[in-house]
């Protein structure tokens, strides 16, 4: 029911080129090879421009129909996603954009089906120009901030900070006004491991801090500053300065995680009062996110203390915006409530008006409230999958209630319709009920889920017994299973393939639970399977038994290791906390410490968890983010990078 994905992802660096100018060197930002060419060279806002694009030597070198998506770039705001098709002429592809007025940069993304060419996610990035012919104040950063926080945004796969600090500071250097603007981003963007990171950043600190004029806001980038360089002294001399002219702060950060901690139902209610009463008229966007956080906390500790009268008061007097946290909420208990055969009526209840709300929401026009930088194909699939999640929900507690003629129609709409079939846990509820009311079309249906890889062994089960029916003596059935897994292996084969790169592992060593050390040049000649993850992580934990899994199928084998290199944890004992985890679950997984994060860093992972399949020469050949539920998929997923990482040598 509930898919787990996390799409921030990290690879190679992007090739910093210079070009000298009268003064100062200034990065060149903007793409200048063979593949597109704009014109006119100079983009200006509000004017039009016409792109010429030449696939020749990219994935999408044998396209015959291409489309594209250009984000919009904005120096304070999401980018704005706008797709747009292309016409072939000659060797080009060629289509004219208007660009808008109010944006300072774009970069450009070509597909056709599932192929995309981004430049290897290097992205095609250009700046704007005014009218004197001379970049915008604000496309420098705006291109900083594309290959910084705006990456997953703009269709990236990865994020490149240097750069990012590099175009910034050239920003600053042609537009010294900016730097107030950019200074909150610019100032995190100093790697502490470098040769001279730490005082570069002590010294742009400094300097800033020397201003007389600083806005509340900018003290608190500043105090974070060197709070991170562990400058307490400093730190806390900026506190006493920032308290003296703007008094001091409500500490809201402190009561929203204090009220994270789950205590008895009375105190709960008082700190909910206490969040809402400290408000702020004009909150920040993470101070949305936490409160958001906070009432899908204590509405689902109502929910579960069967505080009725509490509960709805608390979905009426809630902001109109927190509709799909409500939903979400409802989604939630609805599921945990049939799992564990309980509260029927309301579980029917909740999840039958997060089917129908999820069902209209889909249909609904593109609004101000949704995502810019998504696309109107992506808004349309993402509220589809919502969709198809809450009407899976609703049709499983409709099966628990005995109504399966009622349940196999929203089973239907969540496997098939709008889950396209490839959630194996959503085919197997699907089938099921299938077996039951309309056993005629379960061959059909599980044949689908088998041979596209989206089965699982109870619908390899329904399909056996559905089969005997129709050959008693089962003759065939073995074969017939055997060439629908086959057919699953290739296809799996021929997409796994497509997501092959190959780029050196960073070396590394580690100490292990034990103490010993562990190090990739040890492991040479094997294929090495790396798992970052932490306690903390949902997803990681999820993926965690299909981890086990494939770890079982692996263990005779001497030419494939797994490291799983625990990370990003805040405990005191970090090692301690890990293997806590690992005993108490029983995982029998070979479990490295990153505590400093500096391997996590080296390999440039962004969110967790994130595999890396490296061959025996130590060239990463795969990169996986992320867990999308069922265990099955991710094992043969995974067994089959493990193959081909094994048969290529770079």
């Known amino acids: 029911m509930f898919y787990l994905l996390l799409t921030m992802k990290i690879k190679n660096k992007i090739l910093i080129l210079l070009c000298f100018l009268a003064t100062p060197f200034f990065v060149s930002a903007q793409y200048k090879g063979t593949q597109i060419r704009v014109e006119p060279a100079l983009a200006k806002p509000g004017k039009s421009i016409t792109l010429f694009y030449d696939p020749s030597g990219t994935k999408l070198s044998e396209s015959t129909a291409v489309t594209g998506v250009v984000y919009w770039l904005r120096t304070t705001e999401n980018p704005i996603a706008q797709e747009f098709n292309l016409e072939k002429s000659g060797k080009f592809f060629k289509s004219t954009l208007s660009v808008p007025d109010t944006v300072q940069a774009f970069c450009i993304l070509f597909r056709e089906g599932k192929k995309t060419d981004n430049n290897n996610d290097k992205s095609y990035a250009f700046l704007?120009?005014?009218?004197?012919?001379?970049?915008?104040?604000?496309?420098?950063?705006?291109?900083?901030?594309?290959?910084?926080?705006?990456?997953?945004?703009?269709?990236?796969?990865?994020?490149?900070?240097?750069?990012?600090?590099?175009?910034?500071?050239?920003?600053?250097?042609?537009?010294?006004?900016?730097?107030?603007?950019?200074?909150?981003?610019?100032?995190?963007?100093?790697?502490?491991?470098?040769?001279?990171?730490?005082?570069?950043?002590?010294?742009?600190?400094?300097?800033?801090?020397?201003?007389?004029?600083?806005?509340?806001?900018?003290?608190?980038?500043?105090?974070?500053?060197?709070?991170?360089?562990?400058?307490?002294?400093?730190?806390?001399?900026?506190?006493?300065?920032?308290?003296?002219?703007?008094?001091?702060?409500?500490?809201?950060?402190?009561?929203?995680?204090?009220?994270?901690?789950?205590?008895?139902?009375a105190e709960m209610k008082s700190g909910y009062e206490k969040l809402q009463n400290q408000f702020p008229k004009k909150p920040k966007l993470y101070e949305i996110q936490y409160m958001k956080y906070s009432y899908q906390t204590y509405l689902q500790m109502l929910a579960d203390s069967a505080q009725c009268d509490d509960f709805h008061e608390l979905i009426e007097n809630a902001p109109q915006d927190y509709g799909q946290t409500t939903m979400y909420v409802y989604n939630k208990l609805a599921w945990d409530w049939a799992e564990k055969d309980q509260n029927f009526e309301r579980a029917a209840m909740f999840s039958k008006e997060t089917a129908e709300w999820s069902r209209k929401k889909k249909d609904e026009p593109r609004s101000t409230q949704d995502d810019t930088w998504r696309t109107d194909e992506q808004l349309r699939e993402q509220r589809e999958q919502t969709y198809a999640t809450y009407a899976d929900t609703y049709g499983y507690v409709l099966d628990k209630q005995g109504k399966t003629s009622e349940a196999v129609a929203y089973l239907h709409d969540a496997a098939v319709v709008y889950g396209k079939r490839k959630a194996a846990d959503m085919n197997e509820r699907y089938i099921s009920v299938l077996a039951k009311i309309k056993p005629e079309e379960v061959e059909k249906e599980a044949s689908i889920a088998i041979g596209t890889g989206k089965g699982t062994t109870r619908i390899e089960e329904i399909l056996r017994a559905s089969y005997l029916k129709t050959h008693p003596q089962g003759n065939g059935y073995?074969?017939?299973?055997?060439?629908?897994?086959?057919?699953?292996?290739?296809?799996?084969?021929?997409?796994?393939?497509?997501?092959?790169?190959?780029?050196?592992?960073?070396?590394?060593?580690?100490?292990?639970?034990?103490?010993?050390?562990?190090?990739?040049?040890?492991?040479?000649?094997?294929?090495?399977?790396?798992?970052?993850?932490?306690?903390?992580?949902?997803?990681?934990?999820?993926?965690?038994?299909?981890?086990?899994?494939?770890?079982?199928?692996?263990?005779?084998?001497?030419?494939?290791?797994?490291?799983?290199?625990?990370?990003w944890q805040q405990e005191t004992?970090?090692?301690?906390?890990?293997?806590?985890?690992?005993?108490?679950?029983?995982?029998?997984?070979?479990?490295?410490?990153?505590?400093?994060?500096?391997?996590?860093?080296?390999?440039?992972v962004s969110g967790i968890p994130t595999k890396f399949v490296i061959n025996k020469e130590g060239i990463v050949r795969f990169k996986s983010v992320g867990f999308a539920g069922g265990d099955d998929g991710l094992v043969q997923e995974l067994s089959m990078m493990i193959d081909l990482a094994a048969e290529t040598v770079n």
């Open 573 to 604: 004992d970090k090692r301690k906390n890990a293997a806590d985890f690992i005993n108490k679950k029983r995982y029998p997984f070979h479990v490295l410490m990153d505590e400093k994060d500096d391997v996590i860093t080296d390999f440039k």
């Open 478 to 567: 073995d074969q017939y299973l055997a060439a629908l897994k086959q057919k699953a292996a290739d296809q799996l084969k021929s997409e796994v393939k497509e997501k092959m790169i190959s780029l050196p592992a960073p070396a590394f060593s580690l100490l292990d639970l034990e103490g010993k050390p562990v190090s990739l040049e040890g492991l040479k000649g094997k294929i090495v399977v790396v798992d970052f993850w932490a306690t903390w992580c949902g997803p990681c934990v999820s993926s965690f038994p299909a981890m086990q899994k494939a770890v079982i199928k692996y263990k005779d084998n001497p030419d494939v290791a797994f490291l799983f290199v625990n990370t």
């Open 128 to 265: 704007l120009y005014g009218n004197d012919n001379k970049p915008l104040a604000g496309s420098y950063a705006s291109l900083g901030l594309l290959y910084s926080k705006n990456y997953y945004y703009s269709g990236m796969e990865d994020r490149d900070i240097e750069l990012a600090r590099t175009l910034i500071e050239d920003e600053f250097l042609r537009y010294p006004r900016s730097k107030r603007t950019y200074f909150g981003d610019y100032i995190f963007m100093f790697d502490h491991r470098r040769k001279g990171g730490k005082d570069a950043q002590k010294k742009e600190l400094d300097k800033f801090s020397a201003r007389a004029d600083l806005t509340e806001e900018e003290y608190g980038y500043l105090i974070s500053g060197y709070e991170g360089l562990d400058l307490k002294k400093q730190a806390n001399a900026l506190v006493v300065r920032k308290e003296n002219k703007y008094g001091k702060p409500v500490d809201r950060l402190s009561i929203y995680r204090e009220f994270r901690v789950r205590k008895p139902l």
